[in-house]
């Protein structure tokens, strides 16, 4: 039985409202995304729910296995959105996680909530995928599943890649699930080490969607299906450079004349890499060699850059360009060495945090930016991994 806690009146709200939003909201996601949830098996006690992470509906698909309630960790970022985000937090009593990693205080939260009984569910990742590879899971996951002292459920979501790419501005229909892929017991977790663990969660919720559609080809039908892969892809093979891909409709464009087309099975044809992870692999390849010889600048036109201010205000402090030059990034007057950030991170498309000296700043455009190379430069300059 839950403990008595100061907070019980919220958690006995969003009890409520789990159960009254989950039938009338999954059925209604389920038709949109084409999407369906197995059951979970019956597990006994309460548990943890580890996912894997792809679609901004993510959540309703793994409610839609589970009818007992269950509260969910969540983004800072979802919760920045005036009175919609103060209405959902009202209801559902989220978790709420900086960008860019699980803090202390994140983890001492949904561990105290497992001991007290409650059932509790982690994107592991804390991103959704840019390429279709499930994205880098921290370490620590495994002894945090270890230290909840409940059931440890791993979930596997399939297909929402290739429904609702991350860089993407439009909806394809295909297939989407989601299903348990193991229950792991309190007792079974004991037995294993957190190291053991965390291959556990690894293996379990990894998925690759283009090995997924090479077994099993299917169509995602949608309009205009190219759009927004810049924000993914920023070294054109052909005449390797970065900073002149561009898209329109299917059509995957830069400005030295390579033009592909992207299909509804999530290829690209008509240039040397069919598979994004491929591109996205060469890509990466190529930024280190840039970064390590010195080269040219890289950067993005009409930026704006923001400090978030203690209260989660956003305070405009720079509007121009941003270059990426000598192993850091340049804004007018404010300059961030790579390998003094304290740590950084991805939103939505291409909204970008950036944590140095103590401060939180995020990176924005109006225009198609990709802030991916930026995050992909941090990894190589530390060799830290972040997504």
Not at 148 to 168: C, D, H, I, K, Q
Request: proline fraction near 4%.
């Amino acid at each position: 039985m839950n403990s008595k806690t100061k907070n019980e009146p919220n958690l006995k709200r969003a009890d409520f409202f789990y159960g009254l939003l989950r039938p009338i909201v999954y059925p209604v996601v389920n038709r949109w995304y084409g999407c369906k949830s197995e059951p979970l098996p019956e597990i006994d006690g309460n548990y943890l729910i580890i996912s894997n992470h792809n679609t901004n509906v993510d959540m309703i698909m793994v409610a839609g296995s589970c009818k007992r309630p269950m509260r969910f960790v969540g983004s800072e970022h979802i919760f920045q959105k005036g009175w919609a985000a103060r209405l959902l937090m009202w209801a559902v009593a989220p978790i709420i996680r900086q960008k860019g990693g699980l803090a202390s205080t994140t983890v001492m939260s949904i561990t105290r909530a497992l001991r007290r009984g409650e059932n509790i569910c982690i994107f592991a990742e804390g991103n959704r995928s840019y390429d279709g590879r499930t994205c880098y899971v921290l370490p620590s996951t495994g002894k945090l599943a270890k230290a909840g002292g409940a059931a440890l459920v791993t979930y596997r979501l399939e297909g929402g890649y290739l429904t609702s790419p991350r860089w993407a501005y439009f909806l394809r229909r295909g297939k989407m699930t989601g299903r348990a892929v193991n229950v792991y017991t309190k007792e079974q977790l004991a037995e294993m080490t957190a190291e053991q663990v965390y291959e556990a969660i690894c293996r379990d919720i990894y998925e690759d969607a283009f090995e997924e559609q090479e077994k099993h080809p299917r169509p995602f039908k949608g309009k205009r299906l190219a759009e927004g892969l810049e924000h993914t892809l920023y070294f054109c093979p052909e005449c390797e450079k970065a900073g002149g891909l561009y898209t329109k409709d299917d059509k995957l464009f830069c400005s030295c004349g390579m033009q592909a087309t992207y299909d509804q099975y999530g290829l690209l044809n008509g240039t040397k890499f069919a598979r994004t992870t491929e591109w996205n692999d060469w890509q990466r390849k190529k930024l280190g060699e840039y970064l390590d010889n010195g080269g040219t600048e890289i950067g993005d036109d009409n930026v704006s850059l923001y400090k978030v201010t203690p209260d989660h205000r956003m305070e405009h402090i720079y509007s121009g360009a941003v270059s990426l030059s000598e192993g850091r990034m340049d804004f007018g007057k404010y300059s961030f060495p790579l390998e003094e950030l304290d740590g950084v991170g991805l939103c939505a498309k291409a909204k970008m945090v950036l944590m140095y000296a103590g401060d939180h700043y995020e990176l924005r455009s109006t225009e198609r930016m990709n802030a991916l190379k930026y995050v992909h430069a941090y990894e190589h300059v530390t060799g830290k991994q972040i997504i």
